[in-house]
């Protein structure tokens, strides 16, 4: 395992779902869903395994109509991008590199690259492109750092920076690079069809039945405004969105949906895998019309 030079980067593989000292075993799961307009329904029976290894593989993220990129560690620990097909059921290495580690993969808008949070050799922990053609790999930004979650507007991405407080920071150009909000959760997730991105806010929390909800903030890039979109559900901090007005979370195997203009959040349905435990992150399909959920082995 990689000894990092920073107590920063050690902090934040921890956000990113690695212990320092021992990795956590996760695995992809599949599912199929109906979703009805603005409501969306597991279907029973459907469950598949994608991944089943005592290791990491984690933060699913669909690149297009049927392919989906993960961060999965090899046996010596070092971790890689992974293109899982779901016509052919075939994994195919984009990134195979025993002295870089990459994750938090995903598709840039134009298409071309595959991007992902990589931590160099000397314990950077920056942006990079990997063209999809196989190409060689391009950082895309060298002095923003530590970079551990982020999502995509207009070919920039807004980035999750870990500090004292984290904070969530947009270059509009090489000379204007805002910060948006300090304080923010890993959930750094854009809403479809809109110029906002959303993301948790820790300095709003509220507590309800022993554990936190904390409130999910927007940031409109275009209009430079500021959007309430309720709270999290108690004690869960990954969020996704399923369309321009549907958000989806995980609690324990339970999955739970809410409509960003109402208070509260339903549940959807239930992930039953013998010997698995807590969903966290996700990523959907409405393509394919499948969830794919990380769940954490027992």
Not at 85 to 101: A, G, I, Q
Not at 167 to 187: C, D, F, H, M
Request: a neutral charge; one cysteine or more.
């Amino acid at each position: 395992m990689i000894r990092f030079k920073s107590f920063y980067l050690i902090s934040l593989l921890i956000l990113l779902g690695i212990n320092s000292n021992a990795q956590v075993s996760t695995d992809l799961i599949a599912v199929d869903v109906k979703k009805t307009g603005q409501k969306i329904k597991l279907i029973p029976g459907t469950e598949v395994k994608i991944t089943d290894r005592k290791a990491y593989d984690n933060q699913p993220n669909f690149i297009n109509e049927k392919q989906m990129a993960f961060s999965a560690a090899d046996e010596s620990g070092n971790h890689d991008i992974i293109i899982y097909n779901f016509e052919s059921k075939k994994f195919t290495n984009l990134t195979k590199s025993s002295n870089l580690n990459e994750y938090s993969p995903s598709i840039t808008d134009c298409g071309m690259y595959i991007s992902a949070v990589t931590v160099e050799e000397d314990g950077k922990q920056r942006l990079w492109l990997y063209p999809t053609n196989f190409g060689e790999p391009e950082l895309l930004y060298d002095d923003i750092e530590p970079v551990g979650y982020y999502d995509w507007y207009d070919n920039k991405a807004a980035m999750f920076v870990l500090g004292s407080p984290n904070k969530l920071v947009y270059p509009y150009s090489k000379a204007e690079i805002i910060t948006i909000s300090q304080n923010v959760g890993r959930s750094i997730k854009k809403k479809p069809k809109s110029s906002i991105i959303t993301y948790i806010d820790k300095n709003e929390m509220k507590e309800i039945n022993g554990e936190n909800s904390y409130a999910i903030k927007g940031f409109d890039l275009e209009k430079r405004t500021y959007h309430d979109f309720g709270f999290t559900y108690p004690g869960a901090e990954d969020f996704i969105w399923i369309d321009k007005n549907v958000m989806l979370t995980g609690k324990d195997n339970k999955l739970y949906s809410r409509n960003f203009k109402n208070n509260s959040w339903a549940e959807m349905g239930t992930i039953n895998q013998p010997n698995y435990g807590k969903i966290s992150r996700m990523a959907y399909s409405p393509k394919l019309l499948k969830l794919v959920v990380v769940m954490e082995r027992n």
